[in-house]
T-cell receptor
């Protein structure tokens, strides 16, 4: 499967725990984007990464959220000390070239905070 | 004004009809426009991209772009019940340095058999 992969597909955490969401871009793509979609709301950009670099994190909450895309391995979105308001679908997308290039989305991770 | 605006719908059309979905954007210098389809509980799926003024056709889908009016639309011919989904308009806005894709909230399309 050459598409964007995300895991886990579903993640349940209790308030105060950490959530780690992983994204492997489409084969040949080196640009990764993370989005959050709250129920009944649109997709909101969070962060844009290239290998080992954060290009744009203007949509990332200032606290508790971080992202990385190491030289080897998947991109990781980390949410520390989760709260109920973090419950959402988190989507990763990838592109071949830097923005503005076509983005292809993964299946998403549904995070539920109890 | 919202940066990328779509009518939330639902837009209801009978099977076989033409569905017309509209999107306006705020930033005149924007480039690279996309339509995605999202089924309930699923991820966005790319339908079409359009970069130049005019029409672009792909099968039953036609995207139309008018940069002077800051308007992009998607026409779906011969609509099928399987087309029932939320359609998302996305734009690389100039005010983001063209580095981030801004999405509208989407228009829900319902195609009745």
């Amino acid at each position: 499967n050459a598409g964007v992969m995300q895991n886990p597909r579903h993640l349940v955490r209790r308030r105060g725990q950490e959530a780690r969401l992983r994204c492997s871009p489409m084969k040949g793509h080196s640009h990764v984007y993370w989005y959050r979609q709250l129920p009944e709301e649109g997709l909101k950009f969070m962060v844009y990464l290239q290998k080992e670099n954060i290009i744009d994190e203007s949509g990332m909450p200032k606290e508790r959220f971080s992202a990385e895309f190491p030289k080897e391995g998947p991109s990781i979105l980390r949410i520390q000390q989760v709260v109920r308001g973090d419950s959402a679908a988190y989507f990763c997308a990838s592109s071949y070239s830097r923005a503005p290039d076509t983005q292809y989305f993964g299946p998403g991770t549904r995070l539920t905070v109890l | 004004q919202k940066e990328v605006e779509q009518n939330s719908g639902p837009l209801s059309v009978p099977e076989g009809a033409i569905a017309s979905l509209n999107c306006t954007y705020s930033d005149r210098g924007s480039q690279s426009f996309f339509w995605y389809r999202q089924y309930s509980g699923k991820s966005p799926e790319l339908i079409m991209s359009i970069y130049s003024n005019g029409d672009k056709e792909d099968g039953r889908f036609t995207a139309q772009l008018n940069k002077a009016s800051q308007y992009v639309s998607l026409l779906i011919r011969d609509s099928q019940p399987s087309d029932s989904a939320t359609y998302l308009c996305a734009v690389y806005l100039m005010n983001s340095g063209y580095s981030t894709l801004t999405f509208g909230k989407g228009t829900m399309l319902l195609v009745s058999p």
